[in-house]
């Protein structure tokens, strides 16, 4: 069974850090594109980051330069390091699959993880 | 970046409506157009990928159609479980970005 479950999250004051991660079963995160989304309270989803298969990195204009997606292979496991928190940075922070074929999909995601920023 | 917009933000309605959603990019994204629907507390859930495929296992009430800029989400005959809010998504390029959201209540 395909299956991400997303842990690290936690209350950060500001200007602090947090990394995030999400635990991948059932298929390798190196063959897949990974990505993340959050969504803050009483607004919609945001995408934040993708790591493609072959290693290309994005990101959400509004992380950018804080935020660093990587993943560990040998670990199965997805990262998103968060640096320089700030309070518009609180949501609930899904990881996801972006299934590649004909488009691109996300198809699984995991259940999230809670971030607030807050002193 | 591509903007992506929905309309309405919100809507009520009723079990059994026909209810119709419409996402629009600001530039050109052909076919890489996603709809999702999400409930509090659980994960998003991918209805409809390149604009007008059905997900495998999503009823079949659920339809999307479009080209380039404009699209719309139907739901044919609205039923008590879809009662959620809708996104629209473009995988035209990175950054993706999604549509700000549609809110489907109970009338």
Known sequence: EVKLVESGGGL?????????????????VSSK????????????????????????????DSVKGRFTISRDDSQNMLYLQMNNLR????????????EVGATFRMDVWGQGTTVIVSS | DIQMTQSPSSL???VGDR???????????????????????????LLIYGASTLQSGVPS????????????????????????????????ISPRTFGQGTTVDIK
């Open chain 2, 61 to 92: 009430r659920f339809s999307g159609s479009g080209y380039g800029t404009e699209f719309t989400l139907t739901i044919s005959s609205l039923q008590p479980e879809d009662f959620a809010t809708y996104y629209c998504q473009q995988t035209y």
């Open chain 1, 87 to 98: 309070a518009e940075d609180t949501a609930l922070y899904y990881c996801a699959i972006e």
């Open chain 2, 12 to 14: 009520s309605a009723s």
């Open chain 1, 12 to 28: 950060v004051q500001p200007g602090g850090s947090l990394r995030l991660s999400c635990a991948a079963s059932g298929f390798t």
């Open chain 1, 33 to 60: 594109y990974m990505t993340w989304v959050r969504q803050a309270p009483g607004r919609g989803l945001e995408w934040v980051s993708v790591i493609y298969s072959g290693g290309a990195i994005y990101y959400a």
């Open chain 2, 19 to 45: 209810v119709t959603i419409t996402c629009r990019a600001t530039q050109t994204i052909t076919y890489y157009l996603n709809w999702y629907q999400h409930k509090p507390g659980k994960a998003p859930n």
